[in-house]
């Protein structure tokens, strides 16, 4: 790419123009500006926007290039740039979202498959990731019938409590995945130690860290926005094509299970592309109805709104008694005056 005619900028979204000029280029290319991003990197000729990239956490998305100008290092300059900053930001192993048809492109940038489908294709630039992750999982198989239950759990509620009885008395071993994206009221430490009390008296039952390729911000960013879309819909199924082609076998997972949603549009159409998705990779899928409290269905954003309303009190109903010890701590003040603000 030539210095002299191209110039790379960092446009910062926060300000109107430079929004509006990065939704309309995406546009273009028929992609839209993904919510999450705080800043989009740009190459200009002149002042015509011709490539660019957005960098979420160490993901990288929304890729584009002017056709005119493929081939004359735009891509190249954009994600040295990009990975540069996000190496000095202490980051290794920085993951990408595509179209499936780049995949040659950006395998010749090092870049190497974790997952695809026929909407999307999910890249990593540190190859020995993804393997290590899938023999970690190695060490939770058993023998019998092992189920899972991915969960965010903010915060563990008797909702969750009994979705987890419940699904034990249908395996013979289960395996607890916690969210643990840091994008929640509540951080992964603190939803993760609430679990492990929560199940603590249930026998056959192993609690573990999602990690990065379950429901995080790699393989499913708009979960955390809660707003359904298209995009949504293609990082859903992307998600549970990793689950039912890759962690389910190296965790020896023959079924899943999951609550009925009844709030959550998000986790609503996530159970729906579940049903449809899991079968036909060999994992049978369980949706257990959810435990109801004064004929209403007990869940974790309904123990936020009561923290909300300032009814901290009335959640003991909702919640074990180690969740409610939490609530009530002095230290989980700052979480909750957060919740209460929002």
Excluded: W
């Amino acid at each position: 790419m030539d210095h002299y005619i191209y110039r790379l900028e960092k446009l910062p979204l926060a300000a109107v123009s430079a929004r509006k000029e990065a939704e309309a280029f995406l546009l273009r290319h028929g992609l839209q500006l993904d919510a999450s991003l705080q800043h989009y990197y740009g190459v200009f000729r002149g002042e015509q926007l011709v490539g660019g990239a957005g960098c979420s956490a160490n993901v990288i998305k929304c890729v584009a290039v002017d056709p005119a100008y493929r081939g004359e290092g735009v891509i190249n300059a954009l994600f040295s740039r990009i990975m540069t900053d996000l190496h000095q930001q202490g980051i290794r192993n920085i993951f990408l979202f595509t179209k499936p048809e780049n995949e040659p492109l950006f395998s010749d940038l090092s870049f190497h498959t974790v997952e695809k489908t026929p909407e999307v294709l999910l890249m990593e630039s540190d190859r020995r990731a993804f393997p290590a992750y899938l023999k970690g999982l190695n060490a939770l198989r058993g023998e019998g019938l092992t189920g899972a239950i991915v969960m965010n759990c903010n915060p563990f509620t008797l909702g969750h409590q009994y979705l987890v009885e419940t699904a034990r008395a249908r395996c013979d071993r289960l395996i607890l995945f916690v969210v643990e994206e840091d994008a929640s009221e509540f951080p992964y430490a603190d939803r993760i130690r609430l679990v492990r009390k929560g199940v603590s008296h249930l026998p056959g039952v192993t609690v573990a860290p999602g990690g990065a390729y379950i429901i995080s911000t790699a393989t499913f960013p708009t979960y955390f926005l809660k707003e359904a879309s298209k995009i949504a819909v293609a990082h859903t199924r992307l998600d549970i094509t990793i689950f039912g082609q890759h962690i389910a076998p190296s965790a020896g997972i023959g079924v899943r299970f999951a609550g009925e949603e009844p709030y959550s549009e998000v986790t609503r159409m996530y159970n729906e592309a579940m049903q449809t998705c899991l079968p036909p990779l060999g994992v049978k899928l369980r949706i257990i109805p959810r435990k109801q409290y004064n004929r209403d269905p007990i869940s974790a954003s309904r123990v936020r709104g009561m923290i909300a309303a300032g009814q901290l009190e009335q959640t003991r109903d909702l919640v074990p008694e180690s969740t409610y010890l939490y609530l009530i701590d002095p230290q989980t003040g700052p979480i909750l005056q957060k919740i209460r603000g929002k």
